[in-house]
């Protein structure tokens, strides 16, 4: 028998389509429960304001992630290292996804103002910086990786593969004809829904991500490897973490 979803499960998954078709700033609390067929009024019984319910989302979307990562905990080393670089790489058709860390991307922005949304926010970053470090303290422990600083060497590496995620999803785009002029597209999801705004001409490539997940691979973590080693292809990284987990984080 199949296990149902809970109402807060369903609520969370309502908050990521409207995220994903409305983004941060114009998403209401209708718009979300319209997408995650429940009442307005409930969403406020359980959740007084918007930014109660985003904070909430934000959480349950870290929580996910840890989840994601611990379920990979007793790979070799070589393998969590990949799958980590791969988990940040967007292909040229992931509109949904990249809908989605659009309105991440300004939910973000909110850190600097917002103390809920700043605790959130650094919490993610304890994750991945800590996921990187374990990592690294595992197979150096094993003999897999050379001795580094796995605190400098971790940040480094989230710094520059976060940065090639949030450097495409806002300059991505391909030349387009002439009515379009460089201006922004509508796109669809699968569904055929509305799935907010990509940006067209005048940006970087839309496989970024991978190239710099690749340069990543070659310069940085090749240099870490230990006589002999030899790293998982980067493809099988992506498979492994981009079908585990609720949400595309």
């Known amino acids: ?106 939910l973000r922005t909110q850190g600097p103002f917002n103390e809920r949304i700043r605790d959130q926010l650094v919490r993610s970053d304890r994750l991945l910086r800590g996921t990187v470090s374990d990592i690294l303290e595992s197979g150096i422990e094993a003999g897999i990786f050379r001795d580094v600083d796995v605190e400098e060497t971790a940040a480094l590496l989230v710094a520059t593969l976060d940065g090639a995620r949030t450097r495409q999803i806002t300059l991505s785009g391909e030349a387009n004809d002439d009515e379009s002029n460089g201006k922004a597209t509508d796109e669809k999801g699968e569904d055929g829904a509305e799935r907010g705004r990509k940006p067209t001409a005048g940006g970087v490539s839309s496989t970024y991500t991978r190239t710099v997940a690749e340069a990543t691979l070659q310069r940085v973590v090749g240099p870490l490897l230990a006589e002999g080693v030899e790293l998982p292809s980067l493809e099988d990284g992506i498979d492994e973490m981009t079908r585990d987990g609720r949400y595309e984080e």
């Not at 992630?65 to 992931?94: C, M, N």
């Open 1 to 106: 028998m199949s296990e149902q979803p809970s109402a807060a499960d369903e609520i969370m998954d309502g908050v990521y389509h409207a995220l994903r078709a409305h983004g941060y700033a114009d998403v209401t609390m209708q718009d979300i429960a319209d997408e995650c067929s429940k009442s307005k009024s409930l969403l406020h019984y359980h959740y007084d304001t918007k930014e109660d319910l985003l904070v909430a989302f934000l959480d349950h979307v870290i929580t996910d992630s840890e989840a994601r990562i611990e379920a990979h905990a007793d790979d070799p080393p070589t393998e969590r290292l990949v799958q980590f670089v791969g988990w940040f790489v967007f292909e040229p058709d992931a509109v949904d996804r990249e809908a989605f860390h659009i309105a991440l991307l300004e």
